[in-house]
C-alpha cells in the first residue's frame, strides 16, 4: 500500500467516525416495518367476543356479525384503556361524504394520542388511536392520516400541530398551494389541521409555519412508509374488514400488494417468486396486533393462537386481480411481547401447514459491557424508571470504541424507552446527544443526556425565550466517560445546549434547529459592505451574507437572548466565511481592520464597520488573497491579525484545534 | 453454529453502516441505515453473508438515489445554503486530512464507492462488486481511476 492509499485510509476512518449512531436507531428500523406501526390497532370495533376464545371469519363478511355499527361502541372500545385530553371535533370526510371524529387521549403510559373514528356510507365504522412521534414535536406537526380511496373524487389529509403553529399549508403534485384548516379542540394538548384537495391533484407535503422561524415541511411519505406515489399502483384496490385496503402496485424492487389503513401504509406483501412463499403456503406481516398476507390456493382458512390469551380463526378470499391468490387479515390484541401459533387448513378443514411466532425481538445485543450501571438521579417516577445509563465496547466497531445505552423512559407509543448509540466523548468538536421522555408525572418530563469528556465544567440547556435550565453529571466506577444529562418538562422547546469547558472563554454551542440557514434575503434591508456583499440581521439575533441576491455560505446564529459579541472572546476575535474570491465575517469592537495571512505567503486586507443593529460587532468583507488558490482561507497554518485605527495589532488569532 | 439474528446483525452492523452512508456523501446517513434494515428485516435473508451484502448494496443504492434526487432539487432551486459548520470548523476537523477528503468528494460517485469500500471497509473485489452491483473488473477499474484522480488532486493543491 502506497502513501496515498494509507493516507486516504486514514482519512477515511477520521471522517467515519464523525457519523453517529442514535440509541434510538433499533426502534426507528422497528417503525419502518410492517410489524410495527405507529399506531396501536383495534379493528372495526372488536367486539369482546374477539378477545374470547374462538371468532369464526374475519373476512367475506362474517365479522359484520360480530361488529359494531355504532360510532359510539368504537369510541367505547377505544377508550377502554385510555383517557380522554380534550374534546373530540367532527369534520366532513370527503370521500365517504360521513364524519370523522378525532380527538386526543392518553394512553396506557400517558402519551399523548390522537384517536379517530370514520364512519361510512356502506359499511361499519372503525377507528384507532396512535402515538406521537416526539422527533416531530419539536419541529411543527406531522401527518396523521387520510380519507383518500379508490373512486372518491375528493379526499381528506390530517394530522397534529404544535399549539405555536400558526398556520399550515398543503402542497399537491401539481405545485397548487391549499391552506388547512385549524381546529383547537378545548382542552387538546396540540392542534388538529386537515385539508382537503382533489383526488387526481394529490398532496404531496405540508409546511408548517411558526412566527419568527424557518418553514417546517414534511412530506407525505411520512405517512405512507416510504414514496408511494413513486409505485404504479396496478389494480383497483379492494376494501377489507376494519377500513383496510389492498392494491397491487408496481415498484423498483418488483411488485407488491400494498396494505393500507386510513392512508398509513400498514404493510408490504412482495409477489416476486423469489420471496413469496419461502417458508411455507402463506406469506404474511403486519403489526403487533394486524396480521396482512396472502396463502396459497390451496388455504381456505388461518387460525392464529395466541398463547394463553385468545384464538381468531378467518377465511382467506381470491385476490381480484387474478394473481392465483387468496388474502387475508387477521386482528388479535396480542402485544408485542407475545407468542403465537398460525395454522393453515384447505377447504376441508385439513391442516396443512403451522408455524410459531416468537415474541419479538428485544433490543440487540450491543455487546460487552464496560464499567457499572449510572442510575439518573431524578427519574425515579418516570415511566419504567429510573432511567439507567451504561457503556459497552461496540461489537462492530475497532477495538476501544463504545456506546452509551440507557434503560427506562417511555417511547411515543408507550412502550418501554431503551436503547444504545454512539459514544463518543474523545472528538473535541462532536456533542454526544440524546433524549428520554416519560409522560408521567404529569406534565411528563425530558431528560437530554449524552456523553461527557473530562474538562467539560457544565451542560445548560437554553429555551426560546433565552431562559436556561442547568444540567449534571454523573458517572460510574470503571465507566469510559461520564455523562451529562439536563431534565426539563416534556414538550419544552430546547433551542441550544451550552457547554462550559475548562480553560475556554468561550461556551460551546449546539443548536438544535438551524432555521438560520434557510433564511431568505431580507428585501432592501441588508447592510452594504464592500465588494457588493451586503449583511443582514435574521431570525432576531443571526446574521448572514449576501452577494447580490445569493446567499453566501455561513449562518452565526449565538444562543436565544444572546448577542453576536457573546461568539467572540480574546481567544477567538472572529467569525468569517468564504465564498470564490470574498470572504466576510465580524469581529471584536475596537477592530478597525482585519488582515489574513497565509502559510506560504499571501495576504489580504478587510476594513470593517460596527454592525448597525446593537449587537456589539465590527463587520467586514474584503477579496481572498490572490495565493489561497482552491483551498481558500480555511488552511491549516493561516493567521488572521486585527488592527485598531492608529494600525496597532489588537490581537491575532491562529486557528487551531480548538473545541469550537 | 446458528445464524445470528436481525437483532444481532444490526448490533454489530448497524454504526458501521450509517458511516458508510456517511462517506458516501449521505446527507442523512442514519436515514439510509434504518431504511436499509427495514428492508432487510422485510427480506428475510437467512444467511448472514447474503443479509450483509444486501445491506451493504442496499445503503450504496439508497444513497445513490438519495444523491440524485438532492443534485435534481438543486437544479430546480438556487444553491442550498452551506448547512454544517464554519470555515473553523473545517480547518479544524479534518486539518489532516481535508485535502484528500475534499478530493474524494468531488470524485464521480462510482470512484467514490469503490475506494470507500475498499479502503475503508476493506472489502475485497468480489464483495465490491456485490454492492455497487457491478463486475470486479469494473471494480479495479473505478478504484485505480479514483485514485489516479486524488493523486492528481493532491498535486494541484500543492502546485
Given amino acids: ?660 | 453454529m446458528a445464524q445470528p439474528s436481525f437483532a444481532d446483525l444490526f448490533a454489530a452492523q448497524y454504526q458501521s453502516l450509517v458511516r458508510l452512508a456517511g462517506l458516501l456523501g449521505a446527507d442523512d446517513p442514519e436515514d439510509i441505515a434504518q431504511e436499509a434494515f427495514a428492508r432487510l428485516h422485510t427480506r428475510r435473508l437467512r444467511d448472514d453473508g447474503a443479509a450483509l451484502s444486501y445491506l451493504r448494496a442496499t445503503v450504496c443504492n439508497l444513497t445513490r438515489n438519495r444523491l440524485r434526487h438532492l443534485r435534481l432539487v438543486r437544479l430546480r432551486r438556487p444553491d442550498p445554503p452551506e448547512p454544517a459548520r464554519s470555515s473553523e470548523h473545517a480547518v479544524i476537523l479534518s486539518e489532516e486530512h481535508r485535502e484528500l477528503l475534499a478530493a474524494v468528494d468531488r470524485l464521480p460517485r462510482r470512484q467514490r464507492e469503490a475506494l470507500v469500500l475498499r479502503y475503508w471497509l476493506d472489502l475485497s473485489e468480489r464483495e465490491i462488486a456485490e454492492a455497487m452491483g457491478v463486475s470486479p473488473g469494473s471494480v479495479k477499474t473505478h478504484a485505480s481511476r479514483g485514485l489516479a484522480a486524488l493523486g492528481r488532486a493532491l498535486k494541484e493543491e500543492d502546485a
Fill in chain 1, 1 to 660: 500500500m502506497n502513501d496515498l492509499e494509507e493516507h486516504l485510509r486514514s482519512a477515511l476512518d477520521a471522517r467515519a467516525r464523525t457519523f453517529e449512531a442514535s440509541p434510538h436507531a433499533w426502534a426507528r428500523v422497528m417503525e419502518r416495518t410492517p410489524r410495527r406501526p405507529r399506531a396501536r390497532w383495534l379493528l372495526a370495533a372488536l367486539p369482546a367476543a374477539l378477545l374470547a376464545a374462538f371468532v369464526p371469519v374475519l373476512l367475506n363478511g362474517g365479522l359484520g356479525r360480530n361488529t359494531a355499527t355504532d360510532p359510539d361502541e368504537v369510541y367505547r372500545q377505544l377508550m377502554r384503556d385510555r383517557t380522554p385530553a380534550g374534546e373530540q371535533v367532527t369534520v366532513d370526510d370527503p370521500a365517504e361524504g360521513r364524519p370523522l371524529r378525532l380527538w386526543f387521549a392518553k394512553g396506557g403510559m400517558g402519551q399523548p394520542e390522537l384517536c379517530y373514528i370514520t364512519e361510512r356510507a356502506d359499511a361499519n365504522p372503525y377507528g384507532s388511536c396512535g402515538g406521537m412521534l416526539s422527533a416531530s414535536i419539536s419541529r411543527g406537526g406531522w401527518f396523521e392520516g387520510s380519507t383518500a380511496k379508490d373512486g372518491a373524487a375528493r379526499a381528506m389529509d390530517y394530522g397534529v400541530a404544535r399549539q405555536d403553529v400558526t398556520a399550515v399549508g398543503a402542497v399537491t403534485k401539481s405545485g397548487a398551494k391549499i391552506p388547512a384548516t385549524l381546529l383547537r379542540p378545548e382542552g387538546a394538548p396540540f392542534q388538529i389541521w386537515t385539508v382537503t384537495y382533489a383526488a387526481q391533484d394529490p398532496v404531496s407535503k405540508v409546511v408548517f409555519s411558526k412566527p419568527g422561524r424557518a418553514d417546517y415541511e414534511m412530506p407525505r411519505s411520512a405517512l405512507t412508509h416510504g414514496r408511494l406515489d413513486a409505485d404504479q399502483q396496478e389494480g383497483k384496490a379492494v376494501e377489507l374488514e376494519g377500513g383496510i385496503t389492498v392494491a397491487p402496485y408496481k415498484t423498483k424492487t418488483g411488485r407488491q400488494l400494498v396494505w393500507l389503513r386510513q392512508g398509513e401504509t400498514i404493510s408490504r406483501t412482495s409477489l416476486e417468486p423469489k420471496y413469496l412463499f419461502q417458508n411455507g403456503p402463506v406469506t404474511y406481516s403486519g403489526t403487533d396486533d394486524l396480521f396482512a398476507g396472502v396463502a396459497r390456493k390451496d388455504v381456505a382458512k388461518l387460525r392464529m393462537v395466541v398463547s394463553g390469551q385468545s384464538e381468531v380463526t378467518v377465511d382467506t378470499r381470491p385476490d381480484p386481480w387474478n394473481l392465483g391468490l387468496r388474502l387475508f387479515t387477521i386482528s388479535t390484541r396480542k402485544s408485542a411481547d407475545t407468542a403465537y401459533t398460525l395454522v393453515a387448513y384447505d377447504a376441508a378443514g385439513k391442516e396443512i401447514w403451522r408455524t410459531e411466532g416468537t415474541p419479538r425481538a428485544d433490543e440487540p445485543n450491543y455487546g460487552d459491557k464496560v464499567g457499572g450501571t449510572i442510575v439518573l438521579p431524578g427519574t425515579e417516577d418516570f415511566g419504567y424508571g429510573p432511567v439507567r445509563f451504561w457503556f459497552v465496547r461496540s461489537k462492530g466497531e475497532p477495538a476501544g470504541q463504545f456506546m452509551l445505552c440507557h434503560s427506562g423512559g417511555v417511547n411515543y407509543d408507550g412502550r418501554r424507552g431503551g436503547g444504545c448509540g454512539s459514544a463518543s466523548f474523545n472528538d473535541p468538536n462532536s456533542f454526544s446527544h440524546s433524549s428520554v421522555d416519560s409522560f408521567r408525572p404529569e406534565p411528563g418530563a425530558t431528560v437530554s443526556y449524552g456523553t461527557a469528556p473530562p474538562d467539560w465544567e457544565s451542560v445548560d440547556a437554553v429555551l426560546r425565550d433565552g431562559r436556561r435550565i442547568h444540567g449534571g453529571f454523573v458517572s460510574a466506577p470503571g465507566a469510559p466517560a461520564r455523562v451529562w444529562y439536563v431534565k426539563y418538562p416534556y414538550g419544552t422547546d430546547v433551542a441550544a445546549h451550552v457547554v462550559k469547558v475548562k480553560g475556554r472563554q468561550l461556551e460551546s454551542v449546539y443548536l438544535t434547529s438551524h432555521d438560520c440557514w434557510e433564511a431568505k434575503a431580507p428585501q432592501g434591508r441588508g447592510h452594504p459592505l464592500t465588494r457588493g456583499i451586503t449583511a443582514a440581521l435574521v431570525m432576531d439575533n443571526c446574521v448572514r451574507f449576501w452577494k447580490g441576491a445569493k446567499e453566501l455560505p455561513g449562518a452565526y446564529e449565538p444562543i436565544p437572548g444572546g448577542k453576536l459579541s457573546s461568539m467572540l472572546a480574546p481567544e477567538r476575535p472572529l467569525q468569517w466565511g468564504q465564498e470564490k474570491t470574498d470572504w466576510y465575517g465580524f469581529t471584536l469592537p475596537g477592530t478597525a481592520k482585519v488582515t489574513v495571512t497565509l502559510k506560504g505567503g499571501g495576504t489580504a486586507t478587510a476594513e470593517t464597520v460596527p454592525d448597525p443593529w446593537g449587537q456589539g460587532v465590527m463587520l467586514f468583507s474584503g477579496a481572498v488573497p490572490e495565493k489561497a488558490g482552491r483551498p481558500g482561507i480555511t488552511w491549516p497554518g493561516m493567521r488572521f491579525t486585527g488592527y485598531d485605527a492608529g494600525g496597532r495589532v489588537v490581537w491575532t488569532y491562529r486557528p487551531g484545534p480548538s473545541p469550537f
